[in-house]
């Protein structure tokens, strides 16, 4: 009865690789605007890139402390006016 039963083998699978990448990103275009990468270094460079990083989140920064401080309000008054 053990004999009946022998397990098939596998056959086993043999990968090819052809060269090609994972995903062909050629068509893309190159995005909507280019790259302005400076590769010097500089301190003026680094803190160019530094404000033009704070500049673009004070917007979202301030909207989310207004929306932190509206949520305290509100719970401070449903607990103040419970008791």
């Known amino acids: 009865m053990a004999k009946d039963k022998k397990k098939k083998k596998k ?3 043999t990968y090819i690789d052809d060269g090609s990448t994972i995903s062909d990103m050629s068509a893309l275009g190159g995005g909507r605007r280019p ?3 400076n590769d010097d270094g500089s301190f003026k460079a680094k803190w160019q890139t530094y404000v033009r990083a704070v500049r673009s989140m004070i917007v979202p920064m301030l909207v ?3 929306a932190i401080c509206v949520a305290f309000l509100v719970l401070y008054l449903i607990l103040e006016f419970a008791s």
Do not use: I, Q, S
């Open 35 to 37: 790259l302005n990468v």
């Open 64 to 66: 989310t402390m207004g």
């Open 11 to 13: 056959d086993k699978v």
